[in-house]
């Protein structure tokens, strides 16, 4: 099993579609491991958008992160990285195909309603960043059986 962080962004929030998008990961077969709702703050923000820090629309990414609070999810399953990078779709929800969060829910590269881990080595640094080890439970759901062959879990 691997674990994966999405957090459902202030577009997500403010358009009220938690529920939803919430729903369409846990129809997939993603077991929810930990969910909270939190509000960043600036020291948050810099840590997990490092790499964009120094980038011109910097300043605009945090704002619009800090426009409400956000749910941060740990989501579990067998490669549970790729399958939810898979079901949120292109970054750009312009480009994003129909059927996929963002293609679904998103017109914008920047308000496109989740974040997601980009691979297992992130999904660990960001687990961390975003939830204590008390919070992210681990737990067999009964319906295991019936989404996976023995073989792959």
Known sequence: METTLVLLKP???????IGEIVNRFERRGLRIAGMKMMQLDDAILREHYAHLVDRPFFPLLAKSMQASPVVAMALSGVEAVQ?????????????ADPGTI???????NQQNIVHASDSTENAKVELA?????????????SVMDFLYATNEV
Not at 11 to 17: E, F
Not at 102 to 108: F, L
Not at 129 to 141: A, G, K, L, N, V
């Open 83 to 95: 399958v939810v990078r898979g079901m949120t779709g292109f970054t750009n929800g312009r480009m």
């Open 129 to 141: 960043r975003f939830f204590r080890p008390e919070e992210i439970f681990d737990y067999r759901s």
């Open 11 to 17: 577009s997500c929030v403010q358009r009220q579609l």
């Open 102 to 108: 963002r293609g679904d829910y998103a017109m914008s």
